[in-house]
């Protein structure tokens, strides 16, 4: 199994970046797929979510309306469009999968990318 991440760069305020998470190794069209981020002496946070048919998606209050998440699941890929952003979102993201469905049970990162937003 594997998620990698790519995308992450330096990056003035108010710029834009789109992260890319590919995966393999699991039925990814079955996964509930999340971004999250850590940032500098911060816990891990939840950035964003969603499900298997794109069904449904949401975001932390912090990145709302500037964010949008998507997937791509003809080539395994989740996605993150991050607009406007701020000094704030500087963080290493991840991606995460989870299944969609009650009868399996797995919990798989990537090894995150960074993301430097400068001032």
């Known amino acids: 199994v594997q998620l990698v991440e790519s995308g992450g760069d330096l990056v003035q305020s108010g710029g834009s970046l789109r992260l890319s998470c590919t995966a393999s190794g699991f039925n990814f069209g079955n996964a509930i797929m999340s971004w999250y981020r850590q940032g500098p002496g911060k816990e891990r946070e939840l950035v964003s979510v969603?499900?298997?048919?794109?069904?449904?998606?949401n975001y932390s209050d912090s990145v709302r309306g500037r964010f949008t998440v998507s997937r791509d699941n003809g080539v395994n890929t989740v996605y993150l469009q991050m607009n406007s952003l701020k000094p704030e979102d500087t963080a290493i993201y991840y991606c995460?999968?989870?299944?969609?469905?009650?009868?399996?049970?797995?919990?798989?990162w990537g090894r995150g990318t960074r993301v430097t937003v400068s001032s």
């Open positions: 995460n999968a989870k299944p969609d469905n009650p009868w399996q049970a797995y919990d798989y």
């Open positions: 969603i499900t298997s048919f794109s069904g449904y998606r």
